[in-house]
């Protein structure tokens, strides 16, 4: 998966087929912005259609494991893909909450996901008990080791976005200022680098999906740490607020960047080649010698060029 920057808007239950109609009239889509919009289970349709000729992708807010059989009210992963569904968010804290989902169903549910070629929107959240028990740094790992556990690496770099969502944040009323986000997302990346590989962990897009301001927003989709966005209240929506944050995006996410970055950064590596590597134990950093530091440098873009 290419680590353009990316825009996710979670329409939860915001959208009917009005607003999403407006929303697709009036958002121009970008080749440099991956913009993905997440409809209720009876919008996917709707927008799938609706956004046919534009450049926006459709992911599903939530899906079962289960294929057939008797039960009422759940949704198959098959079902979505008959239909060109190829995006599933998986461990948003107000689905978990709502159906109780633990650690070990959101890892079942990645885990079929991603063997079955579906692009995985994992939301990685944090809560008040989490940073009750430990740190952001230590909750971060412990979550990430039990959501990814049991599962072939191989497959992250192409079918999976990890969005941070610290819920904190909105509970005990902080700031996430640049500094905090970048550095959370920072943590997981190094993470996935340690524990599978540097390839790995330098392809898989990390995006922070809390409450930020206004103000705060552009230095923090401009470190090439951040991935993007995502959208999760009612402002994804907005066709306004949604083509100004595309607009800033853009500036990160030029044609310069993404050749320097694929030059350098050897995306097409054969995963072959990365599973043989795992297997010897044999580090990225024998053969590449990649300073984070020189290949993710930020590109000013003048407003003249948009």
């Given at each position: 998966?290419?680590?353009?920057?990316?825009?996710?808007?979670?329409?939860?239950?915001?959208?009917?087929?009005?607003?999403?109609?407006?929303?697709?009239?009036?958002?121009?889509?970008?080749?440099?912005?991956?913009?993905?919009?997440?409809p209720?289970?009876?919008?996917?349709?709707?927008?799938?259609?609706?956004?046919?000729?534009?450049?926006?992708?459709?992911?599903?807010q939530?899906?079962?494991?289960?294929?057939?059989?008797?039960?009422?009210?759940?949704?198959?992963?098959?079902?979505?893909?008959?239909?060109?569904?190829?995006?599933?968010?998986?461990?948003?804290?107000?689905?978990?909450?709502?159906?109780?989902?633990?650690?070990?169903?959101?890892?079942?549910?990645?885990k079929?996901?991603?063997?079955n070629?579906?692009?995985?929107?994992?939301?990685?959240?944090?809560?008040?008990?989490?940073?009750?028990?430990?740190?952001?740094?230590?909750?971060?790992?412990?979550?990430?080791?039990?959501?990814?556990?049991?599962?072939?690496?191989?497959?992250?770099?192409?079918?999976?976005?990890?969005?941070?969502?610290?819920?904190?944040?909105?509970?005990?009323?902080?700031?996430?200022?640049?500094?905090?986000?970048?550095?959370?997302?920072?943590?997981?990346?190094?993470?996935?680098?340690?524990?599978?590989?540097?390839?790995?962990?330098?392809?898989?897009?990390?995006?922070?999906?809390?409450?930020?301001?206004?103000?705060?927003?552009?230095?923090?989709?401009?470190?090439?740490?951040?991935?993007?966005?995502?959208i999760?209240?009612?402002?994804?929506?907005?066709?306004?607020?949604?083509?100004?944050?595309?607009?800033?995006?853009y500036?990160?996410?030029?044609?310069?960047?993404?050749?320097?970055?694929?030059?350098?950064?050897?995306?097409?590596?054969?995963?072959?080649?990365?599973?043989?590597?795992?297997?010897?134990?044999?580090?990225?950093?024998?053969?590449?010698?990649?300073?984070?530091?020189?290949?993710f440098?930020?590109?000013?873009?003048?407003?003249?060029?948009?």
């Open positions: 998966m290419d680590r353009r920057k990316k825009l996710i808007a979670n329409w939860k239950l915001n959208a009917d087929y009005v607003s999403m109609k407006k929303f697709f009239d009036n958002v121009s889509s970008n080749e440099d912005v991956d913009l993905v919009v997440v209720s289970l009876l919008g996917i349709l709707p927008a799938m259609n609706l956004s046919r000729n534009k450049q926006i992708n459709v992911a599903a939530n899906c079962g494991i289960v294929t057939v059989g008797n039960h009422t009210g759940d949704t198959s992963w098959i079902e979505l893909k008959d239909y060109n569904i190829r995006n599933i968010m998986v461990g948003h804290p107000e689905v978990c909450k709502a159906f109780g989902e633990s650690d070990i169903l959101i890892n079942k549910k990645v079929t996901f991603l063997e070629e579906i692009n995985v929107i994992l939301v990685l959240s944090e809560d008040r008990t989490d940073l009750l028990k430990d740190s952001t740094k230590e909750s971060l790992k412990l979550k990430l080791k039990k959501y990814l556990s049991g599962i072939d690496p191989t497959l992250f770099a192409n079918h999976l976005t990890i969005v941070y969502k610290p819920t904190f944040i909105g509970e005990v009323g902080v700031r996430a200022t640049p500094e905090f986000v970048v550095g959370a997302i920072t943590t997981i990346r190094n993470f996935i680098r340690e524990e599978y590989s540097f390839y790995i962990g330098n392809n898989i897009p990390i995006l922070f999906g809390g409450e930020f301001l206004s103000e705060d927003f552009e230095e923090i989709v401009n470190s090439n740490h951040v991935d993007g966005v995502m999760d209240n009612e402002k994804s929506t907005s066709p306004k607020y949604i083509s100004i944050l595309m607009k800033y995006l500036k990160a996410s030029t044609e310069t960047y993404q050749k320097f970055y694929e030059n350098n950064l050897i995306i097409d590596e054969p995963l072959e080649i990365e599973r043989q590597r795992q297997q010897i134990n044999i580090s990225p950093f024998e053969d590449y010698e990649i300073d984070s530091d020189i290949y440098k930020d590109i000013d873009i003048s407003e003249e060029e948009i």
